[in-house]
């Protein structure tokens, strides 16, 4: 993300440590980086609202409940590794899980390996990525 903000976007914030609650986040900050199952559950009701079909001439497929971010009219979403790939024409990682030599058990490799199928099994399920 310093990276992107610097080399990409032209761009020298602060930093701020913050919980993923993104609702907290903006109340103390004018953007937010969000990771892992927060940001899969913002995309999902994004893509949710992006589907939404006009219901009559004066429907503009909002949302009449919640917002999606309280105090937030108007959310701008950017995905981290397409941005990267504008950036830099590679492919981007965001993790890696690593061990000590020895410490991996048989049973360990094998969750993850079934977490691996679990996830491939579902991929459908998941948002899909704008390219």
Partial sequence: MRVLCQ???NIAPEFIDAAPDVDEML???DAALIIGDPALRLRIRLDELEAKVPQGKDCCCGDDGEPL???VQTL???DIVQQWREMTGHAC???I???RRGTVTPEIVADFQASREYGLARIGEMP???R
Avoid: N, P, Q, S
């Fill in 128 to 130: 899909k990525a704008r």
């Fill in 76 to 78: 701008f979403v950017y």
């Fill in 7 to 9: 080399r990409h976007w």
């Fill in 69 to 71: 971010v309280k105090g």
């Fill in 97 to 99: 899980w690593v061990a």
């Fill in 93 to 95: 990682v965001l993790a």
């Fill in 27 to 29: 109340d103390r900050a």
